[in-house]
């Protein structure tokens, strides 16, 4: 499986890292490597010295697709959680100052945990789902969907344009405003609508 993360999804989110609003989803890949097992532990790299959480809401592709129409979008996933796509932000801006791919600051070991998830299906409104993130008891990323300025539809569309989606392939649909530097001893409580999905210990 891959894991398909979009960036600049929120328009806040892009002004505090002092990014342009994109025109189109922006989106790069992650390996399997990301995922952290279940009740582990997140050790912070070395190679790093301000990594930021990013809570995003993820959604779990259900069946092979290419080249899928906004309308016929939400055939091709059935779940959904969130999850933290880890970033290492220092090395991220030496990235982008020189031009260079983000993976070094993105796609490394165990930095994509994602919570446990439900089906659409028993989501209250699927357009408009709300979630945070809970940094020690303290609701430090709170959003909605509506906030996303492309919705899962676009972005299935527009990444299926140039990659094939596979059945079990996780989307990050980007975070929103609020990001920050995890520090060892660090709780992260990850919650959709009001249920924590997602608990995860820096170290
Ligand atoms: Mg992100």
């Given at each position: 499986m891959k894991i398909i993360c979009i960036g600049r999804n929120y328009v806040e989110h892009a002004r505090e890292l002092n990014n342009d609003v994109p025109s189109e989803p922006v989106f790069f890949l992650k390996p399997d490597t990301c995922l952290l097992p279940k009740g582990r532990a997140f050790y912070l790299p070395e190679f790093s010295k301000d990594i930021h959480h990013e809570i995003e809401m993820v959604y779990k592709v259900c069946k092979e697709g290419k080249h899928i129409a906004e309308e016929f979008a939400m055939r091709y996933v059935d779940q959904i959680s969130v999850g933290l796509d880890f970033t290492a932000r220092d090395v991220q801006q030496g990235q982008k100052e020189k031009g260079l791919p983000w993976e070094p600051a993105k796609?490394?070991?165990?930095?994509s945990p994602v919570g446990e998830f439900i089906p659409l299906s028993a989501l209250k409104n699927p357009k408009e789902i709300n979630f945070r993130l809970d940094v020690n008891s303290v609701s430090t990323q709170v959003a909605s969907s509506t906030l996303m300025i492309f919705p899962i539809e676009k972005i299935i569309s527009h990444v299926s344009k140039y990659i094939t989606l596979k059945k079990g392939d996780l989307i990050y649909t980007g975070t929103p405003s609020g990001v920050g530097q995890v520090k060892p001893g660090d709780i992260l409580d990850c919650f959709l609508e009001e249920e924590k999905k997602l608990s995860v210990e820096i170290k």
């Open positions: 796609a490394f070991d165990n930095s």
